[in-house]
């Protein structure tokens, strides 16, 4: 009885890692043509042609492009808010200056990293729907509390000048984001130096 269950268990783990890595095949070949056409002007059929598998086979995983493109960019916005760090004036390891210099280089990387999503992200996913637009919205308010809460806290050390915290994050914000378009977008542009 012990060697079937060990059987069947074995069987049982085989699938499911047969069925993730499907999964991650239609999410790369949807990746790859969601930078390459945009999101409204390819269909599930080009993402069926880059995957190389049968219509069944994708509703299985999705129940359409637009579900789809939204798991793809919600793993890109967990990679973000995963590589950010509460900016700790009593730490120890590394200075203020240098933790807020961390949490930029962390969110470019991940960007850089995922070209072909950030390219989306930037390009597709606004006004792609209103529910959309709140998820992103949100995810933008958290990016921008994150640098709020540094911007005080450089503040009250009296390494940042009086000034509207609110607004200033919006801007430090909104610079990320255009240097991130165009290090993306153009390839050619020089990644900027971040320690001068």
Do not use: W
């Not at 973000?80 to 700790?88: D, E, P």
């Not at 940042?160 to 200033?168: G, I, M, S």
Request: with cysteine; charged share 30%; aromatic share 6%.
């Amino acid at each position: 009885m012990g060697a079937k269950n060990d059987e069947q268990d074995g069987r049982k783990v085989r699938a499911k890692r047969r069925r993730s890595e499907r999964r991650e095949q239609l999410l790369g070949a949807a990746r790859r043509v969601f930078s390459a056409s945009g999101y409204h002007a390819c269909s599930v059929a080009d993402i069926l042609h880059e995957a190389k598998v049968a219509r069944g086979t994708f509703y299985l995983y999705f129940p359409s492009k637009r579900a789809l493109f939204e798991s793809l960019l919600d793993q890109m916005l967990t990679q973000l808010r995963g590589g950010l760090i509460r900016v700790r004036p009593e730490s120890d390891e590394s200075s203020v200056t240098e933790q807020m210099h961390q949490n930029v280089r962390a969110v470019l990387q991940v960007l850089e990293d995922n070209r072909e999503l950030t390219i989306i992200l930037l390009r597709e996913a606004v006004g792609l729907d209103a529910d959309f637009d709140q998820k992103l919205n949100a995810f933008y308010d958290h990016l921008s509390g994150v640098i709020e809460d540094a911007l005080v806290l450089g503040q009250s050390m009296g390494i940042v000048r009086t000034c509207d915290t609110k607004l200033a994050s919006h801007c430090v914000l909104g610079s990320v984001k255009e240097v991130t378009t165009r290090l993306i977008a153009h390839k050619d542009c020089e990644r900027p130096d971040l320690d001068r």
